[in-house]
């Protein structure tokens, strides 16, 4: 079983815990990685099983400029912190995904710096770039590695065996799609050899993510275009765009597992993103009504606001860093955090919901009735999206009744059997 019915509480640690900015080479350790032993009661509170983290290996600054795969960056603490977060999540039945950049690595990781030393085998792990060497997106503290060196694909294997061994559940490839799907296949080979269960999530943003996961070998990739459909149909009271978005993403669902969000470390936050706020209660519906593995970021149970800026620094605002512990957090954030638990719940009481097939019963630009089944057909829910200024001409069929929000002016709601 991979992930089948995880949802997981997703955390950028670096901010989380409030670490530097910059990680100079020899700087001292900081135990801060067991902040987040305090932090898992309310992950399980929220409903979720599963931990996804951003990077905590050894880097120059945020992280994906990584420096030391095999270690645990300074900042964050070492092995025996992280050993011992992986071993409360797993004592409280919650798995452990850890982010992997593999497309490229920091001008400090040491082979880059034996290849800028002339050394030749070093070299053939980057990719030159007329008299440099080519870098990722433009960044040019980010050097793109040779996915076509054997060398580094026995270097990734490695890794991710190491972590592995170490006892987390799961991968999330960063950049996933800045990479041949035909060398992510040669990894996800050779690991599962050893970790036959191992999750593997690629990072893809756009194309064809069926194809891409056939192609790879790899279980799942992140679902960025049903988030954005969900918000731009909110904001621009176009449901249609979400119904045709939701079309699609039922044929993925047919051929595998997406993993669905409404924000995560590289977006504003969807309590910015949406124009009016009634309308939270639609995006998290859909979230958690649709198939797929859901994933909450950090903060946005709690209704957390950042807007995401193309600056530097201009993620700050979506990577804040949180209390020590939830008893820190305002009380403001307590109706969002129940939406999330009933919802959540509601996706407990029916864990169909993962896999359950879409139909569409009507859509307008004001409101989308859709109909999840489960695939054995032995249950089913009807979802009422309603942005508009009428209620709801939604009637539940006998037997069934609003399982959670309602049908009036700008609500959503669940119908079903209990």
Known sequence: MRFEHVILWHVYPLGFTGAERENPPGGPVRHRLPQLLSWLDHLVGLGANG?????VFDSETHGYDTRDHFRIDPRL????????????????????????????????????????AGD????RWFVRAGDGWADFEGHDALVSLNHEEPAVLEHVVAVM??????GIDGWRLDAAYAVPPAFWRRVAEQVRTTHPDAWLLGEVIHGDYAAFVAESGLDSVTQYELWKAIWSALNERNLWELAWSLGRHR????????????????TTRIASRLVDERH????????????????VYAGDEEG????????????????PPFPPTPEGLSPLGEPVLRLHQRLIALRRRKPWLAQGRWEQLHVENDVLVYRMTAPDGTDAVTVALNVGDAATEVVPAPGERVLEGGLGPHEAAVIGRD
């Open 51 to 55: 931990l996804q983290l951003g990077p």
């Open 77 to 116: 603490g070492d092995d025996h912190d992280l050993d011992e977060l992986v071993a409360a999540a797993h004592a409280r039945g919650v798995r452990v995904v850890l982010d992997g950049v593999f497309n490229h690595v920091g001008r400090s990781f040491p082979r880059f710096a034996a290849a800028e």
């Open 120 to 123: 030749a085998d070093a070299a």
């Open 161 to 166: 065996r190491h972590w592995l061994d170490r």
């Open 251 to 266: 044929d993925m669902v047919s051929a595998f597992l997406p993993a669905t969000f409404v924000g995560n470390h590289d």
């Open 280 to 295: 939270l209660a639609h995006a998290l519906t859909v979230l958690f009504t649709v198939g797929g593995v859901p994933v």
């Open 304 to 319: 957390f606001r950042g807007v995401k800026e193309d600056r530097e620094g201009g993620d700050d605002a979506v990577r």
